[in-house]
């Protein structure tokens, strides 16, 4: 089990940027999958992000390939979000998640285990 702490959101305009940072606790962090879910107001929690244990592989949603970029230093217990080009339907609440040696391709929430309390991205027109 990892403890998840999200930061970096704010309110941002069109075509602005911001970088969303997760820090965990823990000395296995190497070993988790970590990806990257938003919720908009009414709407389900949605798969934005995945990347691998060591950081070689990657996995985006449509909506926000070639726009976010994630990445993490395991020797910092951190994974970020990259966020360019910022629309206002990016307005959500950011979430990191792990899990334990996973897959980044299942987008399923119910695959993560361990959640962070999120951070609030709000982009104007």
């Known amino acids: 089990q990892v403890q998840l702490v999200e930061s970096g959101g704010g309110l941002v305009q069109t075509g602005g940027s911001l970088r969303l940072s997760c820090a965990a606790s823990?000395?296995?962090?190497?070993?988790?999958?970590m990806g990257w879910f938003r919720q908009a107001p009414g709407k389900d929690r949605e798969f934005v992000a995945a990347i691998s244990a060591g950081g070689i592989n990657t996995y985006y949603t449509d909506s926000v390939k070639g726009r976010f970029t994630v990445s993490r230093d395991n020797a910092k217990n951190t994974v970020y979000l990259q966020m360019n080009s910022l629309k206002p339907e990016d307005t959500a609440v950011y979430y990191c998640?792990?899990?334990?040696?996973?897959?980044?391709?299942?987008?399923?929430?119910?695959?993560?285990?361990?959640w962070g309390q999120g951070t609030q991205v709000t982009v104007s027109s």
């Open positions: 998640a792990a899990r334990f040696r996973g897959n980044i391709y299942n987008l399923d929430v119910r695959a993560y285990a361990d």
């Open positions: 823990g000395r296995t962090f190497s070993s988790y999958t």
